[in-house]
Every structure is written in structure tokens, then in C-alpha cells.
């Protein structure tokens, strides 16, 4: 099992910066892949970020340059720096883990992008 606790979002204006975390129940390093996604009003989830056991990154073109994904071990969180944010990156953001082959998902936190 793995429990995931997202916070940090909030309302920003364009060209404005935010950074997310995950609270993870379990160390990290047992974690296969930590990963970021976003659910726009009206849209399918989609990727945002992941990274693996083995500190491999991987971005949506949308977010390259603008958006970092790491993870703070001895802490066992997993954050995404937004900079640089777009009217268009407003979502609710969820963490999600995937352990011994499952899939595990935090509530989401709200990330508005506007002025």
C-alpha cells in the first residue's frame, strides 16, 4: 500500500511559478515510478512528469523547460517545480505512484492560472 498527499497549489498568474509536493507513505526508492498528472475541466488525465527508482526523468513537450520533477529521499516527497505557468496549465495536479505493478493515486490539489 501507498498513501500519497499532494499540496502546494493554488492560484497564480501567468508567468507566475508554483511548487507541488507528494507526501509518500513509503521510501521512495521501493517506489518503481513517481509521477505527476493533471485533469483540466472537461479533458482526459494526462502526463505531466515522471520519475523513476533510478532518478530518470520524463516530461510532456508541453511542460519541457518549464516544469522539474525530483524527489527529496531522506523526506520521501517528490516535487514538480511550475515556472513560467500558462493560462492553460490550470488542472487539478495528482501524484501517483506505481508499486508492484499497481497504480496509486493522492486527491489532487488545484492549480489556477490566471490573472
Known amino acids: 500500500q501507498v498513501q500519497l498527499v499532494e499540496s502546494g497549489g493554488g492560484l497564480v498568474q501567468p508567468g507566475g511559478s508554483l511548487r507541488l509536493s507528494c507526501a509518500v507513505s513509503r521510501s521512495i526508492f521501493s517506489i518503481n515510478v513517481m509521477g505527476w498528472y493533471r485533469q483540466a475541466p472537461g479533458k482526459e488525465r494526462e502526463l505531466v512528469a515522471t520519475?523513476?527508482?533510478?532518478?530518470?526523468?520524463n516530461y510532456q513537450d508541453s511542460v519541457k523547460g518549464r516544469f522539474t520533477i525530483s524527489r527529496d529521499i531522506p523526506r520521501n516527497t517528490v516535487s514538480l517545480q511550475m515556472n513560467g505557468l500558462k493560462p492553460e496549465d490550470t488542472a487539478v495536479y495528482y501524484c501517483?505512484?506505481?508499486?508492484?505493478?499497481?497504480?496509486?493515486w493522492g486527491k489532487g490539489t488545484l492549480v489556477t492560472v490566471s490573472s
Open positions: 501517483n505512484a506505481i508499486y508492484v505493478l499497481k497504480d496509486y
Open positions: 520519475i523513476t527508482s533510478g532518478g530518470t526523468t
